[in-house]
């Protein structure tokens, strides 16, 4: 590098940061620190307060998008950030920042109900003012702890149908360590306290009762810490590629196989996959899969009406922003030895970039599966031909207090997005009385797992935004349903019945509301009525459901008015760039009235349209002793799959490259 001349030296610099630049590229550090100059600026007394609860890329139209794809030497859509603020502790502002060198700042009051994200500063500073309370050191006297070993966090109180404003309230809960990091694994119970965040001061005190706190005994999840004998052991494995990955990253566009995509980043939402376009070998082009994906909420109530517990209903995207608690991966680990890694940044509550390394990692996946075969016996000699699965896999965890989401997408040659999430991590548990099983009168909201241990039964959720654009933006939403038809005739067959397909296009929203456990339904396809193959079949991608659940509580439970959206697996919307959080944008004592079902309530047209796939899956949590002390994973996911998409096998000429 030396010997170059140094104009050139620059020159290829600016060459690869241009190159790199790309309009749904999260903000950079750079522009994080501009943001939080502009927003200072703005308010320019020096005593107005100012406390950043999301900072993020603003969504640039999508139609400016598009044209920027087709057209890359016009002129790139705006760069601007969009900014939740606490101003003067008192007022929600929502404002926009342009990014485009005139730093133009736009103003709005919101005075609706909800509040945003809790920042870590502010949470910190409750558990703090906990701790540090008078009568909190007497609880704590009073059950015999070493105050130096209590770890508190505060938690949304939620909603539970008081009228008024109210304030940004939290409520503190204590953990004890004292021999274990698995400090979820000791609750400190019977103590609330209640505290106002804007005036970050105690406004509410209580400890109702003394339970034992859990013994340590057992709850580290440390390998350092774990006692003979040991088991199970496998040999050290890895998959090794002697030619490298063959995959390309540009900074945050990614090119694999016939993949081609943009891997973004938010702390609200995490991972944000855009513009996905898969390469037809027969067409030799790109076509259009996937406008945008990313998980909208995490809904986890508890079932557990306890005075301590019945209020824990959290929102892991609006709440708490599951981009920002996203962890570094460990290499090795967390992703094979074949993984690249990237990271992610996030700002804390004054604004400043907080930098993730390895938030993500991105690997070439080859588990020993087969793409697709066959052994064809009936010809004069016996012909195999097998091919290898060799996919793509985008990996960020985000580890949201006790529990650790593992959230893949998954690329797969045959053209498929396979979404999965796995759930690992600790439980959040309650003190008990209990020892055993039997010991249990009355309610226990789970099973005991261990000694004064219960597993609170709870449910996840997980929403994701799926804006398809399949071969453009113009798409319907067909369903399909198998019916029984009985043969009356004897002489047509000597069959009694088959069955058939029967397809439905659905016209509104209303169609498009599937709950999939008890649908006689069972193919849900996006199709583009307006491209078709030679042979006529409208092109489509075909949602592949896994295990899926259906919330259990009552429509009129103040909890699942907020989580209105889990009501349906499966909803589709017509695209409108303000509807991205199933759970509204001010999650935090939300009043269920910006859900993606009161949008759907309007029941608008979605048939050839730009719509939107809103999938929900979900699992009921009733704890088990294998759960104790750290869970082991347990996945779900779906998968878009193409659905007369390709003219045929996209992958019958698929090879390795050797
Ligand atoms: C915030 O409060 C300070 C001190 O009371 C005041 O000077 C300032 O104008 C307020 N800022 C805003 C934006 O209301
Ligand atoms: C049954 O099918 C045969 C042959 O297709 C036809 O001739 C006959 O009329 C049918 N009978 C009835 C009752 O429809
Ligand atoms: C977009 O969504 C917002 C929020 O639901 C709604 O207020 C607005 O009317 C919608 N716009 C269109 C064009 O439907
Ligand atoms: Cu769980």
Redo the contacts with the bound molecule.
Sequence with gaps: MSKLPAFLFYFLLTISISLSSHPLDPLTPAEFTAVQTAVRAHYSSSHTSIAFHYIGLKDPPKSAVLSHLHHPSAVPPPRRAFIIARVNHSTTHELTVDLTGNNKISDQVYTGPGYPIFTTKEQLAASALAVGHPPFLESVRKRGLKLGEIVCQSYGIGWFGEQGKGSRIVKVMCNYLDGTVNLYMRPVEGITVTVDLDRMEIIGYRDRAIVPVPKADGTDFRGSKQRPPFGPSVNDIDVVQPNGPSFQIDGHRIRWANWDFHLGFDMRAGPIISLASIFDVQKQKFRRVLYRGFVSELFVPYMDLTEEWYYRTYFDAGEYGYGSYASSLLPGADCPANAVFMEAYFPDEDGNPQQLPNAFCIFERYAGDIMWRHTETATPEVVTEVRRDVSLVVRMVSTVGNYDYINDWEFKQSGSIKVTVGLTGVLEVRGSEYTHKDQIHGESYGPVLAENTIGSNHDHFLTYHLDLDVDGEQNSFSKSKLETVRVLNSTTSPRKSYWRAVVETAKTESDAKINLAGSEQIDFTFVNPNKKTDVGNSVGYRLVPGSVVSPLLSDDDYVQIRGAFTKYNVWVTPY?E??KWAGGVYVDQSRGDDTLAK?SLGDREIENRDIVLWYTLGIHHVPCQEDFPVMPTLSSGFELRPNNFFERNPVLKAFVSL
Excluded: R, V
């Design positions: 409108n303000s509807e949008w």
